[in-house]
């Protein structure tokens, strides 16, 4: 198998190598299951932090993909501005009116103030983007004083070693695909190590979680989580496509398929937010 990295597709924008919700159906649905799964995990809840608790007037969400995420803070937060930003546009959906959705490239300067937001947020983004420790730098400075940067990532590397051999060919392949576009399939387990750095945040909290796929694993919600991934991932266009894109055989992808419910292949997600140093 010839290895092909579609560095200069133009179909494939600012570093994310699937292609956007706005222009396949199901994706818009691959990527809604994927956030109701973790706010289920959540217990209907948009994350871990304290978000409430900061009686937000204005939250950003960075790489909205399908607008879940963003639909769901503003249906929570109906007195809160939500700023939704992708390099895509959102798909054709009823949004509430509190949003406010933005055309951008993360990997450029965005065109807000500093210590502008309450709630800085990005899901399965910063693995994507050129630069991604630069972009988090960059972003953490639109929170204010008080307020919460979230970001949640995997790292993939997690499923190279754990699954089995066609899982390892083809999880190389795709952090191969991150690395050429300047992402990075590792930074999961990174974020508290870059957000720590930029010493004007405290209170760093960090879940890491592991999904098992087989969902065979000791903790229930866990086991439940890592179906609906895998689940979501198996059934996305997008990503079948990717893979044929890369030459990648139906041998290897019916065997993928397997190996990723196998018992032992699993994910590992890490959730991370901070709380700005008041001044």
């Not at 609906?228 to 993928?256: C, N, P, R, W």
Request: charged content about 20%; some cysteine.
């Amino acid at each position: 198998m010839t290895e092909k990295l579609p560095v200069s597709d133009t179909s494939y924008q600012g570093g994310y190598i699937l292609k956007p919700a706005c222009e396949i159906p199901e994706e818009l649905q691959r990527l809604d299951e994927i956030h109701a799964a973790i706010s289920r995990y959540f217990g209907g809840q948009l994350c871990l932090a304290p978000m409430a608790a900061t009686s937000p007037s204005k939250i950003l969400d960075l790489g909205c993909g399908s607008g879940a995420w963003a639909i769901q803070a503003a249906t929570q937060f109906p007195e809160a501005e939500v700023h939704a930003l992708d390099i895509s546009p959102l798909p054709d959906r009823i949004l509430p009116s509190n949003i406010h959705f933005h055309l951008a490239d993360l990997s450029q300067e965005l065109n807000f103030e500093p210590e502008t937001f309450d709630i800085v947020h990005s899901r399965f983004v910063m693995c994507h983007v050129l630069n991604g420790k630069e972009v988090i730098e960059r972003v953490a400075r639109l929170v204010r004083p008080g307020g919460l940067l979230l970001m949640e990532d995997m790292d993939i590397s997690n499923l190279v070693t754990t699954g089995g051999p066609a899982v390892a060919q083809v999880v190389s392949i795709l952090m191969q695909l991150m690395r050429a576009r300047g992402g990075d399939g590792e930074i999961g387990r990174k974020l508290e190590a870059i957000i720590s750095s930029l010493r004007f945040f405290e209170d760093v909290h960090v879940t890491r979680i592991t999904a098992p796929f087989s969902g065979t694993g000791p903790n229930a919600a866990n086991n439940e989580l890592g179906l609906a991934i895998k689940k979501s991932h198996a059934s996305g266009d997008a990503v079948a496509t990717l893979f044929v894109e890369q030459d990648v055989t139906t041998d290897t992808m019916e065997q993928y398929w397997k190996e990723l419910g196998q018992s032992g292949c699993e994910a590992i997600i890490y959730f991370t937010w901070a709380r700005r140093i008041e001044r």
